[in-house]
């Protein structure tokens, strides 16, 4: 799938909703960071959570697209037609003894956490207490339902020191462990959303991975998977995101309008585009944050 050659950057997103404007802004850095440099901009539908995706929403995707006069490159990639790759990648690093199976609920979890003196809290949220970690590798548990973990302390330890480079926050040391041993093959999916990435970024030959901030604590877990998967290794651009006046970030629920509903009410998508870029918001709604 990969090309060789030249900047490569993509925009990811989940067909679960409508784009709002904070799509627009991840999708616009990803387009301009590929066309500043003559490279490619390709697009993956991020569609693991199938009870969610839905097609209307894939159709959006592209319509909000063109409307911006985003042109992308390449065929789109959708999540959902490639398990396989993530069953592969999940099976060579059980192979290395670095997964284990986990029958914990949400509630469960919550619970373990809440009764425990020191809550350990991971960079994105909750960290899992490692609660099935100890289970005895018995295979007639697999027959209940359970995700599947990366042993993070194991992991970590085999891989060895890692780094990773931002183009705005310069060269950082990975510390997966923070995030706790993350779940890699959900219950439902099969996959995660840390593998999936990980896995697509390398056989689209992602050069240069363009996403808001809000994913940064994402990254160290990316690294490390890179490392245990041989797979190469992208430099990270991690945008600002939008916020409103107030200075909170522009999500759906404070009021972004969803791009569809600005295209169907005749907005100009190339000149929105561009007051994307120059940090000005439309309709009065807000400004980038720093
Ligand atoms: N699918 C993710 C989202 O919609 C983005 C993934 C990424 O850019 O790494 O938030």
């Known amino acids: ?15 679960t909703g409508p784009l709002h404007l904070g799509h627009a802004l991840a999708a616009i850095e990803s387009h301009d960071r590929a066309r500043v440099s003559g490279g490619r901009f390709l697009l ?10 839905r097609p209307e929403h894939v159709a959006g995707i592209l319509a909000d697209l063109d409307w911006l006069g985003l042109a992308r490159d390449g065929e789109v990639v959708f999540q959902s037609q490639r398990m396989a ?27 373990e956490v809440a ?65 706790g041993d993350v779940v890699l093959a959900r219950k439902d999916a099969g996959t995660s959303y840390h593998l999936a990435v990980t896995v697509d970024d390398a056989a689209q030959g992602v050069t240069h991975v363009v996403r808001g901030v809000d994913l940064f604590h994402a990254t160290p877990i ?25 200075g909170q970030r522009l999500a ?13 009410s005749g907005v100009d998508g190339p000149a929105l585009a561009d007051d994307l870029r120059a940090g000005r918001l439309p309709l009065g709604i807000g400004t980038t944050s720093p």
């Open 1 to 15: 799938m990969s090309q060789t050659g030249g900047v490569v950057t993509r925009f990811a997103p989940s067909p």
């Open 44 to 53: 993956r539908i991020e569609d693991i959570d199938t009870g969610r995706s």
């Open 85 to 111: 790759q993530y069953a592969a990648a999940l099976d060579r690093l059980r192979a290395q003894g670095l997964l284990y199976p986990c029958f914990c609920t949400r509630a469960d979890i919550a619970r």
């Open 115 to 179: 009764d425990s003196a020191s809550a350990p809290h991971g960079a994105d949220g909750v960290r899992y207490p490692g609660t099935c970690r100890a289970l005895p590798r018995d295979p007639a548990l697999l027959a209940r339902p359970h995700a599947w973990r990366i042993d993070m302390a194991r992991a970590v330890a085999i891989a060895g020191p890692l780094t990773w480079t931002d183009e705005i926050a310069g060269t950082i040391a990975a510390d997966p462990l923070a995030s």
């Open 222 to 246: 990316h690294r490390l998977l890179q490392a245990l998967l041989d797979l190469p290794v992208p430099t990270w651009r991690h945008h600002p995101l939008l916020t409103g006046p107030d």
């Open 252 to 264: 759906k629920r404070s009021g972004a309008p969803a791009l569809a509903l600005l295209r169907a």
